[in-house]
T-cell receptor, first 115, second 112 residues
């Protein structure tokens, strides 16, 4: 596609509910990144995929967070048993090359509100 | 641990002014530094990417400089316009080269 597409655009979840956030990167982009952005803050790294391999998941805040990219294209970020502190915008980005040495294209994000 | 700081946190200027946004980072072992723009409720748009071997990059009215040894970068915006109003974020890579570490951003407001 022309850009990085994320869905849903907005998600309201009750505390304790599981959610799944989807990212469609630009076709052919090798690298895919997930970031979490709290209100008034810069994005914080969650995890990085190179094709289907999850090479860095050091930013995932707890074992309630899980990400996958099984075929090296679409990625899903899953949050189990959501808590209020999970409320944030979740941004996905993709890049043609490996790692951070190339330009990023970001999606518009999914705004998650846990009530 | 790499930390990125941006000063000022917010800036208001009248249309036509030239302005400078500042970014500093604690670990000079970076591969590159990137500047992004974020409009309210939107994702990030890449503005400029400076490789560690470069000193500056220019795109239109934007010029970004990098002084790796002192851990500083500046984004210069010439002849500001109301359409430049947004939050500007700078970011550097982590040591593994697998993630960007962002500052909190500078929110710019340009009045007509």
């Amino acid at each position: 596609g022309a850009g990085v597409s994320q869905s849903p655009r907005y998600k309201v979840a009750k505390r304790g509910q599981d959610v799944a956030l989807r990212c469609d990167p630009i076709s052919g982009h090798v690298s895919l990144f997930w970031y979490q952005q709290a209100l008034g803050q810069g994005p914080e790294f969650l995890t990085y995929f190179q094709n289907e391999a999850q090479l860095d998941k050091s930013g995932l805040p707890s074992d309630r967070f899980f990400a996958e990219r099984p075929e090296g294209s679409v990625s899903t970020l899953k949050i189990q048993r959501t808590q209020q502190e999970d409320s944030a915008v979740y941004l996905c980005a993709s890049s043609l090359g490996r790692g951070t040495g190339y330009g990023y294209t970001f999606g518009s994000g999914t705004r998650l509100t846990v009530v | 641990k790499q930390e990125v700081t941006q000063i000022p946190a917010a800036l208001s200027v009248p249309e036509g002014e030239n302005l400078v946004l500042n970014c500093s980072f604690t670990d000079s072992a970076i591969y590159n530094l990137q500047w992004f723009r974020q409009d309210p409720g939107k994702g990030l748009t890449s503005l400029l990417l400076i490789q560690s071997s470069q000193r500056e990059q220019t795109s239109g009215r934007l010029n970004a400089s990098l002084d790796k040894s002192s851990g500083r970068s500046t984004l210069y915006i010439a002849a500001s316009q109301p359409g430049d109003s947004a939050t500007y974020l700078c970011a550097v890579n982590n040591q593994a080269g697998t993630a960007l570490i962002f500052g909190k951003g500078t929110t710019l407001s340009v009045s007509s």
